[in-house]
T-cell receptor, first 115, second 113 residues
């Protein structure tokens, strides 16, 4: 199957700083990428849908000014958590959708801890 | 609205026991996809299976088998002769064509030796 990478895999930052998470499709072009968030012992919840070259669509309750998503190319989407707070600590997972037949591939996730 | 229900929050079994993880879904679409993922403690999602709504054939892959029944909107997952390495959180998920996955709350499976 296709491969999606995420960087970094783990990040610890101080409250008030911003953190950027990269999601790359390594061997396919992802016209759409999804960003999910998973709190400890909880399920994955969709945060936003990112289409290459256009603005991301955010789910209800997700602050678009806090979670900035950029999908500038068919192989890269970035999620920037601005002015992070401890409650933003979570596991962030992206997925890429290959063109044509619907196939969604997940990245390995990024564990964010805000102190 | 789409919804996935995994009523079993936690299941504990002893090695070599068979275990079935239940999944019930809701959707108004006639075309949809069902998935099962395994999430070990590392956090990375491991894809197990995808089924489309037009294919109700049950599937077996080694010790894993899946029972898809549209009549009851269920997509259950059975592990035969469970092993300690099967311990993980298992998610059932649903999507329509081209949309994000809607995940169930997950079932934590603990297999003891």
């Amino acid at each position: 199957g296709a491969v999606v990478s995420q960087h970094p895999s783990r990040v610890i930052c101080k409250s008030g700083t911003s953190v950027k998470i990269e999601c790359r499709s390594l061997d396919f072009q992802a016209t759409t990428m999804f960003w999910y968030r998973q709190f400890p012992k909880k399920s994955l919840m969709l945060m936003a849908t990112s289409n290459e070259g256009s603005k991301a669509t955010y789910e209800q309750g997700v602050e678009k000014d806090k979670f900035l998503i950029n999908h500038a190319s068919l192989t890269l989407s970035t999620l920037t958590v601005t002015s992070a707070h401890p409650e933003d600590s979570s596991f962030y997972i992206c997925s890429g959708v290959a063109g044509g037949f619907y196939e969604q591939y997940f990245g390995p996730g990024t564990r964010l801890t805000v102190t | 609205a789409q919804k996935v229900t995994q009523a079993q929050t936690e299941i504990s079994v002893v090695e070599k026991e068979d275990v079935t993880l239940d999944c019930v879904y809701e959707t108004r679409d006639t075309t949809y996809y069902l998935f099962w993922y395994k999430q070990p403690p590392s956090g990375e999602l491991v894809f197990l299976i995808r089924r489309n709504s037009f294919d109700e054939q049950n599937e077996i892959s080694g010790r894993y088998s899946w029972n898809f029944q549209k009549s009851t909107s269920s997509f259950n997952f059975t592990i035969t002769a469970s092993q300690v390495v099967d311990s993980a959180v298992y998610f059932c998920a649903l999507s329509e064509l081209g949309t994000a996955l809607i995940f169930g709350k997950g079932t934590t499976l603990s297999v003891s030796s």
